[in-house]
């Protein structure tokens, strides 16, 4: 199997996952969003701490104990595993078999982060986050949880701009799909290189430069009226 | 560069997710990276340290080496290029070309490039590309135009992990210094992180960071490679180019079995010609392809199910899934671990006790029971009791407050209803009303009256502020016969009244009059 970066699992049911597994650059930018954020409310909490005096010691205490303690834990769970920091980077938190964490492994990562956290910079969460396959820090390997990127819905062109051609050529399905997804990349392309790549696939499919591979996805993808 | 020959999956990723396959690609082949690494560095920081040592510009010789330090770069960049094209280099290759590569690598050596916010993206394009002058700017523009935000993003999460670690390193030397010379050392601690003048903690701090670089930097260069092929696969349509090539692959492989087929086809053609008995005892002898198969009774093989007549019966089928359970091809293991409460455990070890702790531990639990139902009750008993004292505890709780059994109250949409506002003699009052000309308060007496009485002396229940719909609902459930009678009467004609300005007649008023007592009972 080639090297890839995404975590593939079968399903009792055959089906294959492929869960695309974040590494340490997204990670520590949600860290930091989220850093930011507790910041933000513990110095508001000072603040107001400052302002109103005497009995409201014990709502500061409160307030930073469960900040410090279940900011993260909350937001996993009620929010399907991502915290603010990691949905504005676009990731989250999943059981290491795909399924949506739940209390149980989010509380063990989230109190195991203060063994990742030795001795205050996270270099035993470093190490372990380079040493595993997964990108796992300590607390992932104790709850069994793995960071993955959200799936994005990409956005499919509805026509290739071009009059649709039967394909008369018997092809498998992920050829097919090779043909459609060039013709959704074409624009990226210069046009030297669209045309180097059809003259690739020229054997296969005889008489066929860009603008016909265009026509030819675009009769596959059924989108555009046939003539 | 031979895509065909692509020894990881290269697809249009999404950017971060490309700088971990770089990472990726930095880890399979960590043991050749980490020797070219150490191989080229250490020189450095041996050197450095004679430095510190020996010429009195010790606090200078840290940011020096830090300076240099992108000389390793080129042998990584040089070696996960190679494998990821499907060439073998092996680190002593890498190594023998490093001088070449620092000479193309000079940009972001001996220049403020050093300083390049996105080096780890714009480094691959002078090293791997061997582009220079007005082509390299070019070329470096594109991949910036694409690359450059995350490229940055990646100098600032990797420099300042490397910062991280650098300190946490600090931090774990000292949490291994025995206390007593803590103190002695304290001072040194300061002057490790000014890196300042003293050769011993120049040289401590530039282990230090050396060794937090050596952590961070090849996965940083990977990183950014990875960043920089992403690009490239983007815009050049690599993942299509070997998809393409595979096409073209399976259409040769497709030829190349074309041609045997055709051969056999004339020999099946061959066949055909001699009688049919020869064509069978031909068929078998055919390499084992097609299996042959057995000439076999169909009709016997009928089972229950007349849809699998003529199919196959279960003691058939049974065999073959046998062979496939068999066949470990088939397997699929999972191994799930989850956290089981101790105590069913300890339940586990228990009941492997002997028989007489059996019986001891089934009356135990037996006298457990009847303890606990004999607690229940007791607590039952003395709720009971509390409720028939009330009177002797509840005025306390109520702190000397009137105490009166209330009547439960009578608002209607229009206020309230109290015993006051309504005359002792309800019907005689209406006649008079009514009599005296004064209908509309006559009839809202009457209906006001009749609700009262429901609710007081027949327990009917009504929502707050009922309406005249609500109260009709509320008798008609819950009052006796006559009752639901009276008031159905009685509302038909009051509504009406109240807002439609007709009265009723006199009949039908002095009637629900009359009819009064009898349905709610005497006046009080």
């Not at chain 1, 409160?62 to 900040?67: E, G, Q, S």
Request: hydrophobic share 45%.
């Amino acid at each position: 199997m080639q090297l890839d970066t995404t975590q593939n699992l079968a399903t009792p049911e055959g089906v294959e996952l492929r869960l695309p597994v974040a590494g340490l650059a997204p990670r520590a930018l949600a860290w930091l969003v989220d850093a930011l954020i507790k910041a933000a409310v513990i110095f508001t909490a000072t603040v107001t701490r400052g302002v109103m005096g005497g009995t409201s010691f014990a709502l500061y205490l409160i307030v930073l104990f469960f900040l410090l303690w279940f900011y993260n834990v909350l937001f996993e769970v009620f929010r399907h595993g991502a915290t603010p920091g990691k949905s504005a980077v676009g990731i989250r938190v999943v059981n290491a078999n795909g399924t949506p964490v739940g209390w149980t492994g989010s509380l063990i990562r989230n109190l195991i982060r203060n063994v990742d956290l030795i001795p205050g910079v996270y270099l035993f969460g470093f190490a372990s986050l380079m040493l595993t396959e997964k990108f796992q820090r300590l607390g992932d390997l104790a709850a069994s949880t793995i960071v993955v990127y959200d799936t994005k819905n990409v956005e499919r062109k509805s026509a290739f701009g071009i009059a649709p051609e039967p394909l008369r050529i018997p092809l498998t399905l992920e050829e097919q799909q090779t043909i459609v997804s060039f013709a959704e990349r074409t624009p990226e392309l210069t046009g030297d290189r669209a045309a180097e790549l059809a003259s690739i696939v020229e054997p296969v499919l005889p008489g066929a430069d860009a603008q016909k591979l265009c026509a030819y996805a675009s009769w596959l993808t059924g989108r555009e009226q046939r003539t | 560069m031979k895509l065909d020959r692509v020894t990881a999956e290269l697809r249009p990723r999404e950017t971060w997710e490309a700088s971990d396959f770089g990472a990726r690609l930095i880890r399979r082949d960590a043991g050749k990276i980490y020797f070219v690494w150490f191989a080229v560095t250490l020189p450095f920081v041996a050197a450095a340290i004679a430095a510190i040592w020996l010429t009195p510009w010790a606090a200078f010789i840290a940011p020096l080496y830090w300076w240099f330090e992108p000389i390793a770069d080129g042998p990584i960049l040089h070696l996960i290029s190679r494998r990821l094209f499907g060439e073998n280099v092996t680190g002593k290759d890498a190594l023998k070309q490093t001088l070449g590569l620092a000479w193309q690598n000079r940009l972001f050596l001996l220049t403020p490039y050093r300083f390049h916010a996105a080096r780890s993206v714009a480094m691959p394009v002078t090293q791997l590309e061997g582009l220079t002058g007005g082509e390299r700017r070019k070329r470096a523009a594109i991949i910036n135009n694409h690359a450059f935000r995350h490229g940055m993003g990646l100098t600032l999460v990797y420099q300042h992990v490397a910062l991280a670690v650098y300190l946490g390193l600090i931090v774990m030397v000292f949490l291994f210094i025995p206390e007593q010379y803590q103190d002695s050392l304290g001072d040194s601690w300061f002057s490790m992180f000014a890196m300042d003048s003293t050769p011993l903690s120049a040289t401590v701090g530039l282990l230090l960071v050396y060794m937090a670089q050596s952590a961070l930097q090849p996965w940083f260069v990977g990183a950014g490679f990875g960043l920089y092929i992403n690009c490239r696969t983007r815009l050049e349509a690599w993942d299509i180019e070997v998809a393409f090539r595979r096409m073209v692959e399976r259409r040769a492989q497709r030829l190349r079995n074309g041609r045997i087929a055709a051969t056999l086809a004339a020999v099946a053609i061959i066949a055909a010609m001699t009688p049919l008995r020869e064509a069978r005892a031909q068929t078998e002898e055919l390499p084992d392809e097609i299996p042959p198969i057995e000439e076999t009774d169909y009709s016997t093989r009928v089972i229950a199910d007349p849809g699998l007549a003529g199919y196959w019966s279960e003691a058939d089928i049974l065999p073959a899934l046998e062979v496939l359970e068999a066949d470990e091809r088939f397997e699929q293991w999972e191994e799930q671990e989850v956290w089981v409460p101790k105590r069913e455990q300890e339940q586990e070890i228990d009941d492997q006790g002997s028989g007489v702790w059996d019986v001891l531990r089934s009356m135990g639990e037996i006298i457990a029971v009847l303890i606990e139902f004999s607690l229940w009750i007791g607590i039952g008993l003395l709720l009971l009791a509390l409720y028939a004292i009330r009177d002797r505890w509840l005025p306390y709780l109520q702190r000397g407050r009137v105490v009166q059994r209330t009547h439960r109250r009578v608002i209607l949409a229009g206020g309230e209803v109290t015993k006051e506002s309504l005359p002792d003699d309800l019907p005689g009052e209406v006649r008079r009303l009514w009599s005296d000309g004064k209908r509309r308060e006559a009839m809202s007496l009457l209906y006001r009256g009749s609700v009262f009485a429901a609710v007081r002396r027949h327990g009917v229940r009504l929502p707050t502020s009922a309406t005249e719909g609500d109260c009709l609902r509320a008798v008609d459930l819950q009052g006796h016969q006559a009752q639901r009678e009276h008031f159905r009467r009685l509302v038909a004609a009051w509504l009406p009244c109240a807002y439609g300005g007709s009265n009723p007649d006199d009949a039908l008023v002095f009637s629900l009059c009359d009819e009064w007592p009898a349905v709610y009972g005497e006046t009080s």
